[in-house]
Nanobody, 126 residues
């Protein structure tokens, strides 16, 4: 089992940057595939990015964030990151990190993830 705590959200102007962090408990963080999701009221939770377990050599991104967001992990620190650049008002949402058991396939459906953080609010003003 793994417990997740996000941080780094806040209010930023359009075009600005934020870096989200997700601190994980437990000794097996490196063995989980990890992902960031976001959600706005009335809409389903949307995958932003995902990264494979261990070295994190494989990543995937939603089309809406490609070229602007970067997911990474530091297994020595049990931490997942999301670097968000060139932010847009439509990026405003609650951002969640999530974990699922290691697999070759990087899943992007929130129903495939077993462990979730409490979320952190990101607000981008125009």
């Amino acid at each position: 089992q793994v417990q997740l705590v996000e941080s780094g959200g806040g209010l930023v102007q359009a075009g600005g940057s934020l870096r989200l962090s997700c601190a994980a408990s437990g000794r097996t963080f490196s063995s989980y595939n990890m992902a960031w999701f976001r959600q706005v009221p009335g809409k389903e939770r949307e995958n932003v990015a995902a990264i494979r377990s261990w070295s994190g050599g494989s990543t995937t991104y939603a089309d809406s964030v490609k070229g602007r967001f970067t997911i990474s992990r530091d297994n020595a620190k049990n931490t997942l990151y999301l670097q968000m650049n060139s932010l847009k008002p439509e990026d405003t949402a609650v951002y969640y990190c999530a974990a699922t058991f290691s697999s070759l396939l990087l899943r992007t459906n929130f129903r495939d993830y077993s462990y979730w953080g409490q979320g952190t609010q990101v607000t981008v003003s125009s």
